[in-house]
């Protein structure tokens, strides 16, 4: 009676040492998604030098000045001297490319320090519409051609 109670808990120690096992090694050749991922691109990124935009928190009266670092009709990377920003906070965007204005509403979804009085800002566009969204390409499009050029 003790064997096969022994046994059967052998069985059953050696069949879930062996799902463990199948679960980690399945584990590892699923690619994972870090939240922290150096590569969180979801649109081609135009790399932008010294071009200027405005930025106005929604909850500010407020305006204020910053650099476009890059841009994609997904997102903007700006750097700014203030450390007015907070993160999850909501703004407008207004800049020109190509001589045409854009206003876009953004979130601030990472900030970093890169110097001591300089701040670059991760922002996501949101509620932005298909035809703002395909003429922002547009010029994007343009102006990589003409960079390339």
């Known amino acids: 009676m003790y064997i096969l109670l022994?046994?059967?808990?052998v069985l059953v120690s050696i069949i879930v040492i062996m799902l463990v096992m199948l679960l980690k090694n399945n584990r590892k050749r699923q690619p994972q998604v870090q939240e922290n991922s150096i590569d969180r691109r979801q649109a081609y990124?135009?790399?932008?030098n010294n071009k200027m935009c405005n930025i106005q928190p929604l909850y500010s009266s407020t305006r204020g000045a910053a650099i476009i670092c890059d841009?994609?009709?997904?997102g903007i990377r700006i750097e700014t001297k203030s450390d007015s920003l907070t993160l999850k906070s909501l703004l407008l965007i207004y800049f020109t490319l190509e001589d045409e204005t854009f206003l876009l509403e953004g979130m601030v979804k990472r900030k970093q320090t890169v110097a001591s009085n300089r701040d670059q800002y991760g922002i996501k566009f949101i509620f932005l519409n298909p035809a703002?969204?395909?003429?922002l390409q547009k010029k994007l499009t343009s102006?990589?051609?003409?960079?390339?050029?």
């Open 45 to 48: 990124r135009l790399y932008v």
């Open 71 to 74: 841009i994609s009709t997904t």
């Open 143 to 149: 102006l990589s051609r003409k960079i390339a050029q």
């Open 132 to 135: 703002m969204e395909e003429n």
């Open 6 to 9: 022994f046994l059967s808990f």
